[in-house]
């Protein structure tokens, strides 16, 4: 419009493309909004925030996947694809749980930093690819749909699949990667107990001392 159109003219949106515009420019802030409640119901399950960051690692790359796909399809960004990203957040986050999870529970018992996440990445790969299959099989109906309102559905299947098709495969990387450079800021539930021991303890070697000394 800018090439053919003269320089006193201007081009207003209404209807249906007008709610797009209005829908494209808040966005941003809903997907703010839905990172950061995916983040901090994360950090209260693992009761530490570098495990939620650890596993909010591959959200990006998942996005970014599922919107290539889209691309790569003729889809375009409207409700259903904006949808299918806000829900991408969070259905990506279950992956990293399954492994962090398991390497948590490993370091509890003693295990090593890199021996805890070798060991959960390898036992929890059968889990993360049959949750994948299972969630990405449940999107091909969305894309295989004839009929009216065919186009729509298939931008939502095509963001759930290319999405977390491509997410499941950076999470079998990048998870990992940010356990061993990030699972030492974090605390496992054995040291914090022992700590409490040792804080119990230096408690009660407190209170005996004080009580010996009016007898004395």
Partial sequence: SADILPPNMSIILLGEANLLQESSDSSGIVFAFAGLIVLLVL???????????????????GLAAAIFAMMLTGGSLNYY???????????????????????????????????AIEEAATVR??????????????????????????????????IVVGGLGFATIFTLFLTPTAYLLLGRFAATRASEGMLVERELEQAAAGVGIHAVKPAE
């Fill in 43 to 61: 950090a209260a399950q693992f009761e530490s925030v570098v495990g939620a960051i650890i596993i909010m690692v591959t959200v990006p790359f």
């Fill in 81 to 115: 694809s904006q949808i299918g990203l806000v829900l991408l957040i969070g259905i990506m986050a279950k992956n990293g749980i399954l492994i962090v999870e398991f390497a948590n529970q490993l370091r509890d018992r003693g295990y090593g930093i890199r021996e």
């Fill in 125 to 158: 790969l059968r889990p993360v690819l049959m949750t994948a299959l299972s969630t990405v099989l449940g999107g091909l109906p969305l894309i295989l749909s004839t009929g009216a309102g065919a186009e729509a559905r298939a931008s939502l299947g095509w």
